[in-house]
C-alpha cells in the first residue's frame, strides 16, 4: 500500500458525460500528479501540483482540469467524454518539488470506461 | 524525440535466474533522476529502486539493483532470483526539472517490458 488512495476503483459512463476523480496524497506530500495511461499512449503526464498550486502541465487536454484543495487532495475532472478517453488514471504524490531524486507514489489508480 | 527507451518489448526468465531488463534515456540536464516501477496484472504502479545522476554507486534494493552507466545514458535493472511473482511489465521513468528549471516535476516513462518468470 502506497498511502496514496484514489477514488472511485471504477468508473463507466457515457460519450458526453463529465466525471470526477479523487486523489489523496501520502500523509505530509505535498505534490500531486495526475497520469493517464492507454494502450496506445502509454503512461503519459497530465498535471502537477504543488501545495494547491499549478506546478507543470502535461499533454492534458481542454476537456480535463484538475486542482488540488487546501486539505491537499486533489481532483480531476473529465468532461465531453470520448471513447478514447477510456484509460486508467493514476494519482502520485511527493513531499515536493525540490528534487529529482524525490520518489512519486502512485495510487491504486481509476479505471475509466466510457462507452 | 524519445525521452526514455525499453528496447525489449518482453523478456523471459527462469524462476531463480537472474535478468536485466534494458533502459536508455535522454537529456540535457545534469540532474536528474532514474526510477524503475513493476506494474503487476492488476494495475497498481509499485516504486522499486531509484538513481540519481549524480550518485557515484550504483543503487541496490534488496533483489533489485541498478546497472547506471552515465556516459552511455543508461539505466538497467537487474532482478536477481527471479521468482514467480517478478512476472510483471516494468517501467523506467526519468525525472527531470520542469520548463524554467526551478522545479522537479513529472515522470516520463518508457513503453515499458513484460517480464514473465517461468517455474
Known amino acids: 500500500d502506497s498511502g496514496v488512495t484514489q477514488t472511485p476503483k471504477h468508473l463507466i459512463t457515457a460519450t458526453g458525460q463529465r466525471v470526477t476523480l479523487r486523489c489523496s496524497p501520502r500523509?505530509?506530500?505535498?505534490?500531486v500528479y495526475w497520469y493517464q495511461q492507454s494502450l496506445d499512449q502509454g503512461l503519459q503526464f497530465l498535471i502537477q501540483?504543488?501545495?494547491?498550486?499549478?506546478?507543470a502541465k502535461g499533454n492534458i487536454l481542454e476537456r480535463f482540469s484538475a486542482q488540488q484543495f487546501p486539505d491537499l487532495h486533489s481532483e480531476l475532472n473529465l468532461s465531453s467524454l470520448e471513447l478514447g478517453d477510456s484509460a486508467l488514471y493514476f494519482c502520485?504524490?511527493?513531499?515536493?518539488?525540490?528534487?529529482?531524486?524525490?520518489?512519486?507514489?502512485f495510487g491504486p489508480g481509476t479505471r475509466l470506461l466510457v462507452l | 524525440a524519445q525521452k526514455i527507451t525499453q528496447t525489449q518489448p518482453g523478456m523471459f526468465v527462469q524462476e531463480k535466474e537472474a535478468v536485466t531488463l534494458d533502459c536508455t534515456y535522454d537529456?540535457?540536464?545534469?540532474?536528474?533522476?532514474l526510477f524503475w516501477y513493476k506494474q503487476p496484472s492488476s494495475g497498481e504502479m509499485i516504486f522499486l529502486i531509484y538513481?540519481?545522476?549524480?550518485?557515484?554507486q550504483n543503487a541496490t534494493e534488496g533483489r533489485y539493483s541498478l546497472n547506471f552507466q552515465k556516459a552511455r545514458k543508461s539505466a538497467n535493472l537487474v532482478i536477481s532470483a527471479s521468482q514467480l511473482g517478478d512476472s510483471a511489465m516494468y517501467f523506467c521513468?526519468?525525472?527531470?526539472?520542469?520548463?524554467?528549471?526551478?522545479?522537479?516535476?513529472?515522470?516520463?516513462f518508457g513503453q515499458g517490458t513484460i517480464l514473465t518468470v517461468h517455474p
Open positions: 502520485a504524490s511527493s513531499v515536493g518539488v525540490a528534487g529529482g531524486h524525490e520518489t512519486q507514489y
Open positions: 500523509s505530509g506530500d505535498l505534490s
Open positions: 501540483y504543488y501545495n494547491g498550486e499549478e506546478r
Open positions: 537529456t540535457s540536464d545534469p540532474s536528474y533522476g
Open positions: 538513481q540519481g545522476s549524480y550518485d557515484q
Open positions: 521513468a526519468m525525472r527531470e526539472r520542469n520548463a524554467g528549471g526551478t522545479s522537479y516535476g513529472k515522470l516520463t
